[in-house]
């Protein structure tokens, strides 16, 4: 039986360890060993990359089968003008300046996700909880 990792070197300021949870394979749901910004399923050998935090889980043929819809939906989005070239815009979220032409669905989806949240036994980041002020 293959273990957990317990921790892994952080490959940047936006990964700190491996999950607490064991990460399946797509293409074989064998256990993935997490060695830095990498990861290796211990049954079929395939490999995964770590990019700046975000583990890149997705097979090649699934992300040929998306394709057209990612193009698509990334048209409509910039035609929208939703989202921004930045990506600290991303990790600020759901900090957005207040002119920002999302910021009422960021108030109400993390007003949503703080309700969802209420009474349960899961503790909500300090950013969900001082966005609600």
């Known amino acids: ?5 317990k921790t892994v070197a952080a490959p940047s300021q936006f990964y700190f360890a491996a999950p607490p949870f064991a990460l399946a394979c797509p ?3 064998g256990i993935l060993e997490v060695l830095v ?4 399923c211990a049954e079929c050998h395939t ?7 975000i583990w890149r889980l997705l097979l090649p043929e699934r992300e040929k089968y998306f394709a057209p819809f ?3 939906y990334q048209r409509t989005r910039a035609q929208e003008r939703w989202g921004a070239d930045n990506e600290n815009y991303y990790r600020a979220l759901p900090r957005v300046p207040r002119d920002d032409g999302s910021a009422r669905q960021h108030r109400c989806a993390c007003s949503m996700l703080a309700q969802a949240m209420a009474g349960s036994r899961i503790n909500l980041p300090r950013a969900v909880i001082a966005s609600r002020r």
Do not use: F, K, T
Not at 37 to 40: I, M, P, T
């Open 37 to 40: 910004s990498r990861a290796r």
């Open 27 to 29: 293409r074989c749901r």
């Open 70 to 72: 990612r193009e698509q």
């Open 47 to 53: 490999e995964y990359d770590c990019v700046n935090g």
């Open 1 to 5: 039986m293959n273990a957990i990792p």
